[in-house]
């Protein structure tokens, strides 16, 4: 296989749910795309979803028909049934393989792949889906960073320290998804209109992050510092917040899922 050539490659995916979907998506609607692409058959809906939308799609008959036929395989499987599946499982030696689940690191994933296969770590975010996001990457090798990169920005890490930390975080995108709609309902409340109200709140969001991207040499301590006008608006909501310690609930929500990865 020539791993710098995406458009000469097979790609596998064995579990085939949300994330696969988002990166099946992703693989078929970018302008260079995999030759081919075989999920595994369950769940079945999904994969026959994906097969019927993007003709590159198709389905397995089984896990082990996905490593058969392709040249890189993603394991897109919870990570409880991760050793039941992959055990019964006969890899090829050197295959690329890109796991993306967060609990397994690869002192115990090693030893559920037979013969030893290449293993990267990646943690792609749904919007891989439409091809933009960071997309964290450990262990990296030629055919995961070119696979990483066509479906978003390769994030590499050194560790798996370093992974589960940030994968931590990643924990978060459903808050921040709740404290968006905390505060474009409390505008709603107030009479905007709803459309109006969703669209300026992600803008509001979008341009605060972006801010922060485009000047990394200032900490975000110091933007929030710098927002904060002595008796103003972000003077008196920062300091409320504080007062109330819900950055302490957001560090003890952080804490609690960091307990899940092994250390
Ligand atoms: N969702 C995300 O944004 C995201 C991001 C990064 C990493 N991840 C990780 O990626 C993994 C998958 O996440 P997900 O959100 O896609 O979960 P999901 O929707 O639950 O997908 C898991 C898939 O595995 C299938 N499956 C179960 N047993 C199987 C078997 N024996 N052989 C083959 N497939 C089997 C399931 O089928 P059934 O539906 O029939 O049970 C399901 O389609 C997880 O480890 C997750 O933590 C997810």
């Known amino acids: 296989m020539n791993q710098t050539d995406m458009t000469a490659m097979t790609v ?6 949300k994330i696969t979907t988002a990166l099946v998506t992703g693989f ?6 995999p030759r081919k692409i075989i999920v595994s058959p369950r769940n079945a809906e ?13 389905i397995a ?15 897109a499987l919870r990570p409880e049934t991760a050793e039941a599946v992959l055990s019964g499982l006969e890899f090829r030696e050197n295959l690329p393989v890109i796991s993306l689940m967060p609990t397994v690191p690869l002192s115990l994933l090693k030893p559920m792949i037979h013969p030893t296969a290449t293993i990267s770590r990646a943690v792609p975010l749904p919007s891989a889906a439409k091809g933009f996001g960071p997309v964290l990457l450990f262990a990296p090798h030629p055919v995961s960073q070119l696979l990483i990169g066509a479906i978003g920005d390769a994030v590499e890490v050194e560790s798996e320290e370093i992974l589960h930390g940030l994968w931590t975080v990643n924990g978060m995108i459903s808050p921040v998804f709740d404290m968006m709609a905390e ?10 209109p709803e459309s109006l109200a969703r669209l300026y709140t992600a803008r509001f969001v979008e341009t605060i992050a972006k801010t922060a991207v485009v000047e990394p040499d200032v900490s975000f301590a110091q ?22 310690q819900a950055w302490r609930v957001w560090t ?12």
């Open 46 to 58: 999904r994969a026959a979803a994906l097969s019927q939308q993007f003709s590159m799609v198709e």
């Open 183 to 192: 505060m474009a309902g409390w505008a709603r409340a107030q009479g905007v």
């Open 252 to 263: 003890d929500a952080l804490n609690a899922v960091r307990k899940r990865f092994p250390d």
């Open 28 to 33: 078929a609607t970018r302008s260079i795309t």
């Open 223 to 244: 933007h929030s510092h710098d927002a904060a006008t002595p008796g103003g608006l972000n003077e008196q909501t920062s300091r409320m917040l504080a007062e109330a």
């Open 61 to 75: 008959t089984d896990n082990q028909a996905v490593i058969d036929a392709t040249d890189v395989i993603f394991l």
């Open 12 to 17: 596998g995916f064995i579990g085939t749910g």
